[in-house]
């Protein structure tokens, strides 16, 4: 029997510290919803926007997989292991924390916001060596299909993590129908719309809202008008 659970734009935690406006799907810092503690491995979804020249000073992750997608200007990495690198929209970049890594994030730019994905979830390996990666993405690639941006190995399409978990982007025209099928058995989807409206299995979704589904093996997903929206199929049992 499908389960789903819907968690609309407006529920989400919010937290504007002035340089950093940030929306919480799930708890995080000082927003805590024991109801929304994380869908099974996917621990956070967060919607970042920085204010010029701004940003993360350095801080310490460790056993956390984390997953950064701009949508828009460009952010500057900076980690201990001596990568230093800028991502901006169309890129997506993964940091395996592993024993341990602390980094930076800033605004590249003086004169406009970045907004950015922060996404984290648990690995499935613990004290690994940390490591970076980033990908750039075709555009192309998504247009009323899904790109897969992130698989749980190197030798698969999109940036690799340390999870049996694989996402992916689509920017549909308005109308555009596709089915998905979830990757492996035990997984579900969480489904964050970016962009315009879209129906998936029937519930219909609009801009920044969440919808998880799991007891199931296949997505209907239905743009209702020019739409972009994420998925992203993890492990349901962390």
């Not at 940030?22 to 810092?29: I, K, L, P, T, V």
């Not at 800028?86 to 930076?104: E, L, P, R």
């Not at 916001?113 to 648990?122: E, G, H, N, S």
Request: proline share 3%.
């Amino acid at each position: 029997m499908e389960n789903t659970i819907l968690h609309k734009a407006e529920t989400r935690g919010h937290a504007n510290h002035g340089w950093l406006n940030s929306h919480h799907s799930f708890s995080f810092a000082n927003y805590y919803n024991p109801e929304r503690m994380h869908f099974g491995v996917l621990r956070v979804l967060n919607d970042d926007q920085v204010e010029a020249g701004m940003g993360f000073g350095t801080h310490p992750h460790d056993n956390m997989e984390i997953i950064s997608i701009p949508l828009e200007g460009d952010l500057e990495h900076k980690d201990s292991m001596g990568t230093v690198a800028v991502i901006k929209n169309g890129d997506v970049q993964v940091m395996s924390a592993g024993t341990g890594i602390t980094h930076s994030e800033y605004n590249k730019n003086k004169d406009k916001l970045v907004k950015f994905l922060q996404i984290w979830v648990f690995p499935n390996r613990k004290n690994v060596k940390p490591r970076y990666d980033q990908i750039t993405l075709k555009e192309s690639d998504r247009h009323n299909k899904l790109q897969q941006i992130v698989s749980p190995s190197p030798d698969d399409e999109g940036a690799w993590i340390n999870q049996n978990a694989w996402f992916q982007l689509g920017k549909f025209d308005k109308g555009v129908k596709t089915d998905y099928a979830i990757k492996a058995k035990g997984n579900g989807v969480y489904a964050f719309i970016l962009s315009g409206d879209v129906t998936i299995n029937g519930q219909k979704l609009n801009k920044r809202d969440g919808l998880g589904i799991w007891d199931t093996d296949k997505l209907n997903i239905q743009a209702d008008s020019d739409a972009e929206f994420l998925l992203m199929d993890v492990p349901m049992i962390v």
